[in-house]
């Protein structure tokens, strides 16, 4: 079967760094999508990788190992808007995204 | 301003009843996508159109039915709702299958209770 993990959640400081891992099991393989979303509203699209390595993007960067199975999303200098669920994505060979159930994070002044 | 939206915004339905779950899009995407969010769940894709005329089922397709007419619009139909269908609703929208980003655009989501 097709598997997305990502922790249920994990708390950080205001200014700090954190990091969410996503490891995924997946029929095929055509990129993998990392979304916000904030409570009661919809996903929005942060990054994409398809080719392993880092991919940044102002205060955020998103890694991927396609021969692990695995990516982290890197948030540096946390905000307080920055508390939300993060939803992880894989396109299989279909062309049809799976979906981890999201890291809720809950960032501390 | 481009972009998806999704009618009603919350729906209280008692079990047996139908109900269509309204999406529309003006960004002239071809593919559309209906998913389901429950709590402690991921996303789960109910049913996909990659063009107008065309229809696919996802992973829980059962009790749902779709059409999609033209380009903008791919209304959602609960033939007649179950408590289990209670969730919140998210129509997405991408500019096609393969290639680059193709990222998902997502509506503002239907929140279903089924009673």
């Known amino acids: 079967g097709q598997n997305i993990d990502q922790p249920t959640e994990m708390t950080a400081t205001e200014g700090a760094i954190v990091q969410i891992n996503c490891t995924y099991q997946?029929?095929?393989?055509?990129?993998l999508f990392w979304y916000q979303q904030h409570a009661g509203e919809a996903p929005t699209f942060l990054s994409y990788?398809?080719l392993d390595g880092l991919e940044e993007k102002g205060r955020f960067s998103s890694f991927l190992s396609r021969s692990k199975g695995y990516s982290y999303l890197l948030l540096k200098e946390l905000q307080m808007k920055d508390s939300a669920s993060y939803l992880c994505?894989?396109?299989?060979?279909?062309?049809?995204?799976?979906w981890g159930a999201g890291t809720k994070l809950i960032i501390k002044p | 301003i481009a972009g998806i939206t999704q009618a009603p915004t919350s729906q209280i339905l008692a079990a047996g009843r139908r109900m269509t779950l309204r999406c529309t899009q003006d960004?002239?995407?071809?593919?559309m996508y209906w998913y389901r969010q429950d709590l402690g769940l991921g996303l789960r894709l109910i049913h996909y159109?990659?063009?107008?005329?065309?229809?696919g089922k996802g992973e829980v397709p059962d009790g749902y039915s779709v059409s999609r007419a033209n380009t903008d619009d791919f209304p959602l139909t609960l033939a007649s709702a179950v408590p289990s269908q209670t969730s919140v609703y998210f129509c997405?929208?991408?500019?096609?299958?393969?290639?680059?980003?193709?990222?998902?655009?997502f509506g503002p989501g239907t929140r279903l209770t089924v009673l």
């Open positions: 997405a929208s991408s500019d096609g299958g393969g290639g680059d980003y193709n990222e998902q655009f």
């Open positions: 960004m002239r995407h071809n593919a």
């Open positions: 159109s990659n063009t107008a005329g065309t229809t």
């Open positions: 997946t029929s095929g393989f055509n990129g």
């Open positions: 990788n398809v």
């Open positions: 994505a894989v396109r299989d060979s279909n062309y049809q995204l799976i």
